[in-house]
Nanobody
Framework: QVELVESGGGSVEAGGSLRLSCSVT??????????MAWFRQTPGNEREGVAV???????TYAGAVKGRFTISQDNSKNTLYLQMNSLKPEDTRMYYC????????????????????WGQGTQVTVSS
């Protein structure tokens, strides 16, 4: 079993920056490599993919955030990050960390239904 815990959300003015963190804790003997991703959602809407870093190390970004957001991970700290720059009011969402077993290249990079592990979310609010 893997536990994901997000932190780093908050309120910021448009043009500002935030860095989200996702702490990854393995509670059993799970050793498989994982694809790690960030999603976001507003109430009543579907969860949308933001960025993923696959177990092989390659990354994919949603068009709306490409060039502004950067996904990275520090394996020594078991932590996933999302650096968000040039934030816009439309980035206001609940942000979720997610994980799935890696190595399955046939899976779409940012399809929410393909991820089985989720954190509780952290709120990001961008004011104009």
């Amino acid at each position: 079993q893997v536990e994901l815990v997000e932190s780093g959300g908050g309120s910021v003015e448009a043009g500002g920056s935030l860095r989200l963190s996702c702490s990854v804790t393995r509670k059993d003997d799970t050793r498989w490599d994982m694809d790690m991703a960030w999603f976001r959602q507003t109430p009543g809407n579907e969860r949308e993919g933001v960025a993923v870093i696959r177990s092989e190390g390659d990354t994919t970004y949603a068009g709306a955030v490409k060039g502004r957001f950067t996904i990275s991970q520090d394996n020594s700290k078991n932590t996933l990050y999302l650096q968000m720059n040039s934030l816009k009011p439309e980035d206001t969402r609940m942000y979720y960390c997610a994980a799935r077993r890696g190595g399955r290249r046939y899976l779409a990079p940012l399809a929410p239904s393909t991820y089985s592990l989720w954190g509780q979310g952290t709120q990001v609010t961008v004011s104009s």
